[in-house]
C-alpha cells in the first residue's frame, strides 16, 4: 500500500494522451518469473536476459487498477493485464525507451515499509529485476539504464540499474526535510539527482544547493521550469536568468517533447476554488485553459503525447492518489477532454525520452 502523499493544495492538472501510434496487442499474461537470486542484504534480482528487451509501442498507456498492472493502447483500449497482485503504477512508469516499466510490489506480511520493492519488467511484463524501494515515483536515467527512489523515506537514496544491482546509496543531509512528499529526480547530465533546491551527486560528494534545482528539465536539457511559491519560472539549466512566466500557485509543470511547451495546473480563485489544467506557450507567453476540476477534484497532469498534440492527466476524486480518472485532451484546446480509464488516476504514455 502507497503512503499518502500530503497534497494539500497540491495537485494539478492535465492532460492527455493521443497520437495514432500506439498499441499493445493481445499477447497472453506472462507466466511467472524465475526465482530471484540474492545479490546483498538491499537488493533481488532475477537473472538478467541475454539482451534488453524490445521497447513496447510508442504511445501505449501503462496504468495500474486494483494490485495489477495494465499497458493498452493510448486510449485505454484493447488493455493487457501483465502483473497480478499488490502494484501500483504512481509516477513515471515506462523507461525514456520504451524497453522497461518500473511500478511498486508489495510483498510481505511484515512492517509496510519493509514490504515495499520496486519491479523492472518488459511489457510483456517479464520481471528483469525487484528490490526493496520505499516513496512514490521512480525516477528513470535519460538512458533508461538506472532508477533512483529512496531506501529509506528523506534519508537514504538508492540507485539501481535496470538489473537490479545496487550501484549508490546516498545520505541525505542531516536534518533535511522536504516540504511535501518528494521522490529524487535525475538531472540531464546522469551524475546528480536533485530534490527541492539540493542536488546529490551520486558518486557520494556532498550534496549542495541550486537555484531552481528540484525543477522540470526540457527534453534538450537546456532550461528548468520550476513551480515557486507565486508563480512558474522558467531559466537556464543551471538556475540563471529566471523570468516568470505564469502568476500564480503552480503545481508539477511537464514539458513538451520539442520544449515549445509547459503544461501544468493552477488554482482559480485559491485553494477552495477550481483547479485548472493549462498549457503554456513558451515563446509567446500565451496561457490556454485546456481543462477544469471543481469540488474537492484535483488534476494532475501526466505526460504530453510522443508528437505533442495532446496531454494525458488524471482527475483525482477528492484529492486521492491512485482513485479517479485518467484522461486525454488536445493540447491547443481544440476539443473536449476524453476519458481513457475509468478507475485509476495512476498511468503514463510511453513518449519520446529526452535526449540523454
Known amino acids: ?42 537488493t533481488t534480482t532475477p537473472r538478467p536476459p541475454t539482451s534488453p528487451p524490445s521497447p513496447g509501442r510508442l504511445g501505449s498507456l501503462a496504468y495500474g487498477v486494483d494490485g495489477d498492472i495494465y499497458v493498452a493502447d493510448w486510449d485505454g483500449s484493447n488493455p493487457v493485464r501483465i502483473a497480478d497482485g499488490e502494484y501500483s503504477g504512481e509516477g513515471p512508469i515506462w523507461s525514456p525507451d520504451g524497453r522497461y516499466l518500473a511500478y511498486r510490489h508489495t510483498n510481505c506480511d511484515g512492517p509496510e515499509d519493509a514490504c515495499r520493492h520496486v519491479v523492472i519488467s518488459d511489457p510483456q511484463g517479464n520481471v528483469i529485476a525487484e528490490f526493496p524501494g520505499d516513496g512514490w515515483d521512480i525516477s528513470w536515467s535519460r538512458d533508461s539504464t538506472r532508477v533512483a527512489v529512496w531506501v529509506t523515506v528523506f534519508e537514504t537514496i538508492g540507485v539501481f540499474g535496470a538489473d537490479g544491482e545496487r550501484q549508490a546509496l546516498l545520505p541525505m543531509p542531516r536534518g533535511w526535510r522536504p516540504s511535501g512528499d518528494h521522490d529524487p529526480r535525475w538531472l540531464p547530465d546522469g551524475e546528480s539527482l536533485t ?28 532550461r528548468v521550469a520550476k513551480a515557486t511559491r507565486n508563480s512558474l519560472v522558467v531559466a537556464e539549466a543551471d538556475g540563471s536568468n529566471p523570468r516568470a512566466v505564469f502568476d500564480g500557485w503552480v503545481w508539477e509543470p511537464v514539458w513538451s517533447p520539442t520544449g515549445d511547451r509547459i503544461a501544468f495546473t493552477t488554482w482559480k480563485g485559491g485553494s477552495g476554488g477550481v483547479n485548472q489544467l493549462r498549457v503554456l506557450d513558451v515563446a509567446t507567453g500565451t496561457v490556454t485553459l485546456l481543462a477544469e476540476a471543481g469540488g474537492s477534484d484535483q488534476l494532475e497532469v501526466i505526460d504530453f503525447s510522443p508528437n505533442g498534440d495532446r496531454i494525458l492527466f488524471a482527475r483525482m476524486e477528492d484529492g486521492r492518489i491512485g482513485v479517479g480518472s485518467l484522461w486525454s485532451v488536445s493540447a491547443d484546446g481544440s476539443d473536449a477532454s476524453r476519458r481513457l480509464v475509468a478507475v485509476t488516476s495512476w498511468g503514463d504514455w510511453l513518449s519520446p525520452g529526452p535526449t540523454p
Do not use: F
Not at 533546491?197 to 522540470?216: A, E, F, K, N
Open 195 to 222: 530534490l527541492q533546491g539540493l542536488v546529490v551527486p551520486i558518486d557520494g560528494s556532498t550534496p549542495y544547493p541550486r537555484p531552481l534545482s528540484g525543477g522540470t528539465y526540457s527534453p534538450d536539457g537546456s
Open 1 to 42: 500500500m502507497t503512503p499518502k502523499r500530503s497534497h494539500g493544495l497540491w495537485i494539478a492538472i492535465a492532460v492527455a494522451m493521443a497520437m495514432l501510434m500506439a498499441g499493445c496487442g493481445s499477447s497472453p499474461e506472462p507466466g511467472p518469473p524465475e526465482p530471484n537470486s540474492k545479490v546483498d542484504a538491499g
